[in-house]
């Protein structure tokens, strides 16, 4: 659906002019505050009896103007002095700060967005706002959520919930407090990030979620900040949660975080002694077919095994290209970064994995690895580099990085198969583990 802006902007200048001649003047007065016709779709609450509106979106998608909005058309009547559909209405931040300076009193915070007739007074010495037709609208901190205790609301705008950090006190606290009216309603603006109560929230039947990237907006961001960002997280998983406003789920107990990842994130890759590919075939082809790991991981070995660093360069991972596309694709990688070798996990192709590769390129240097052990007691090993911080990944990861963190102790807990990650391991197996536990054996004494 289109906004009413859009529609005006994409009509011919006949349309227009007699648009705005009909609407008269003290239409165009009330044109500019009319949020129904400049919104976008996520701006809009949706229709149907929800008790929770989640509108998760990245860094300047339209949030906190879409929550301001909401709050005025509950307060709001048809005229200054009518009463809204409700008129007691909490505003929760992570602090009384930013309740006042990005909800009351921010460019798209709620007297921004008002017009001059039903602009609400902000009363400073009791943190509240106040409207001509008698509502109210209260701003409380999530750092104390006990505040809550007492009040009673129709109403609530939250804003940043998946940063509070007393979040599930301050939500239960509310929860109690939303006891006015006939539909007590919620409306929470986040930028998403990997927290149980705002996964819980997402599965109750009674939430709503609307969602947008930062892109959705770039009519009113600067043309250099998108640039920018884009230039600098694109293909990232912090771009995935903060400019695409996607949430990263983290499987719990998983061997790799989030914020492990974004730990390890490095811009410039060092002159480096040795670089292999590493491949977890797919036995299957066509569209329904396993994906086809292929990973590229290089080293700096010089030194003992403690002061080796390793750095994930590319995720070639292919799907439903046959036996003869993985195997061009792999060599295609080696070629691409210069590896001394191929290694593959033969578990299920066998001497066909060989063969086929031989078939390709017959003088390729490769390796056949078997796994003796279950995914996750292989992975292991892996992730105590990362938590060391020896290893690093460049940009452009994410689907190899989502795999990742949802292997746990347990097994893996994603859809299908690991195989990005599997080559992974079998990568950085072959490039430190390996190799260190060769250096560690006793040397024998000759006599």
Request: aromatic share 6%.
């Amino acid at each position: 659906m289109r906004s009413g802006a859009v529609w005006l902007a994409s009509a011919d200048a006949e349309t227009r002019e007699t648009f705005l001649d009909d609407i008269g003047e003290g239409g165009l007065c009330a044109l500019p505050f009319l949020f129904e016709f400049w919104a976008m779709d996520h701006q809009l609450p949706p229709e149907g009896d929800w008790r929770t509106w989640v509108i998760m979106g990245g860094r300047g998608a339209g949030k906190t103007r879409a929550g301001a909005e909401w709050v005025r058309a509950q307060v709001e009547g048809s005229r200054p002095l009518d009463p809204g559909p409700k008129s007691r209405v909490a505003l929760i931040g992570e602090t009384y700060d930013q309740v006042r300076d990005v909800m009351v009193h921010g460019d798209s915070g709620i007297l921004a967005c008002s017009p001059p007739d039903r602009r609400p007074t902000w009363k400073a010495s009791e943190r509240k706002l106040v409207w001509e037709n008698g509502a109210e609208a209260k701003a409380y901190s999530a750092q104390d959520p006990e505040g809550l205790r007492g009040p009673q609301f129709d109403a609530a705008w939250v804003d940043e919930l998946a940063k509070w950090n007393r979040a599930r006190d301050t939500w239960d606290m509310l929860q109690f407090a939303l006891r006015l009216g006939d539909l007590p309603q919620v409306c929470a603006t986040t930028t998403p990030r990997n927290v149980g109560l705002l996964k819980e929230l997402l599965q109750l039947p009674s939430t709503v979620v609307s969602h947008a990237p930062t892109e959705a907006n770039r009519a009113n961001l600067a043309a250099s900040f998108l640039e920018e960002v884009k230039a600098r997280y694109a293909g990232t998983r912090l771009g995935r949660q903060e400019l695409d406003g996607i949430l990263l789920a983290d499987a719990d107990g998983a061997l790799w975080t989030t914020e492990m990842l974004q730990a390890a994130r490095v811009a410039h890759v060092p002159s480096l002694d040795r670089v292999i590919v590493a491949l977890d075939p797919a036995v299957s082809s066509g569209a329904g077919s396993d994906e086809c790991g292929i990973v590229v991981v290089g080293a700096q070995t010089k030194g003992p095994p403690q002061d080796w660093r390793a750095f994930v360069l590319e995720d070639c991972t292919v799907r439903g290209v046959g036996p003869t596309g993985w195997a061009r694709a792999a060599i295609a990688a080696m070629d691409r970064h210069g590896a001394e070798r191929l290694v593959a996990e033969v578990n299920q192709g066998g001497q066909l994995v060989e063969e086929v590769i031989r078939q390709v390129d017959p003088l390729v240097p490769y390796k056949a690895v078997h796994a003796a052990r279950g995914k996750s007691a292989r992975a292991e090993p892996v992730a105590a580099l990362y938590e060391q911080g020896r290893v690093r990944h460049v940009r452009g990861l994410v689907d190899l990085e989502e795999q990742m963190c949802l292997m746990t102790p347990r097994g893996y807990e994603g859809q299908g198969s690991p195989d990005r990650l599997d080559a992974l391991v079998w990568g950085l197996h072959e490039l430190m583990i390996a190799p260190a536990a060769v250096y560690r054996q006793p040397r024998l004494r000759v006599l």
